[in-house]
T-cell receptor, first 114, second 110 residues
């Protein structure tokens, strides 16, 4: 199993450009998450999904959109990139037996907006 | 307002020393997780604690959940360079959303 994969690994955007960060998991997990991590900080939840067709906002959803058409894929869309969105983005999926969820993280996408 | 506060923010110690890092909240939480993150990688789950007063051991790492379930600690015995990384605590709410602390960046010097 590949686990959680993310593409691209690195990207530089100009202000106002748009892009989609891809995330795929092959573990058949229902729950998927997008986080951003700023330097020296913990992770902030952007959006999450409890299953295909269901998404909801996390702590910091402004400027982002998501979709979940399949169990495997959970892309994150930036429509109008801003310097404040410079960060490292992590996708995760989780397995929740008896409400004890274990999250599995992808390797991250480092995004710079200039 | 940060839901979870971690201390210290940075820690640099010599190989072989012991250390303790802390995770505190003003709220009671049902369970708490500890993760380790190495540079350039995503966090990896170390342990989940669910019962007040619970102690779990993972080799040289000892995790404790406070009796009131508002705080937790991670103690490392005889630290090694391989322990270097960012240690994050996280709590999960009833909607399976996770909230992470700010992290403790540990450097173990050989």
């Amino acid at each position: 199993n590949a686990g959680v994969t993310q593409t691209p690994k690195f990207r530089i955007l100009k202000i106002g450009q748009s892009m989609t960060l891809q995330c795929t998991q092959d573990m058949n997990h229902n729950y998927m998450y997008w986080y951003r991590q700023d330097p020296g900080m913990g992770l902030k939840l952007i959006y999450y999904s409890v299953g295909a067709g269901i998404t909801d906002k996390g702590e910091v959803p402004n400027g982002y959109n998501v979709s979940r058409s399949t169990t495997e894929d959970f892309p994150l869309r930036l429509e109008l990139a801003a310097p404040s969105q410079t960060s490292v983005y992590f996708c995760a999926s989780s397995y929740c037996p008896r409400e004890l969820c274990e999250q599995f993280f992808g390797p991250g996408t480092r995004l710079t907006v200039l | 307002t940060q839901l979870l506060e971690q201390s210290p923010q940075f820690l640099s110690i010599q190989e072989g020393e012991n250390l303790t890092v802390y995770c505190n909240s003003s709220s009671v939480f049902s369970s708490l997780q500890w993760y380790r993150q190495e540079p350039g990688e995503g966090p990896v789950l170390l342990v989940t604690v669910v019962t007040g007063g619970e102690v779990k051991k993972l080799k040289r790492l000892t995790f404790q959940f406070g009796d009131a379930r508002k705080d937790s600690s991670l103690h490392i015995t005889a630290a090694q360079p391989g322990d270097t990384g960012l240690y994050l605590c996280a709590l999960m709410n009833t909607g399976n959303q996770f909230y992470f602390g700010t992290g403790t960046s540990l450097t173990v010097i050989p």
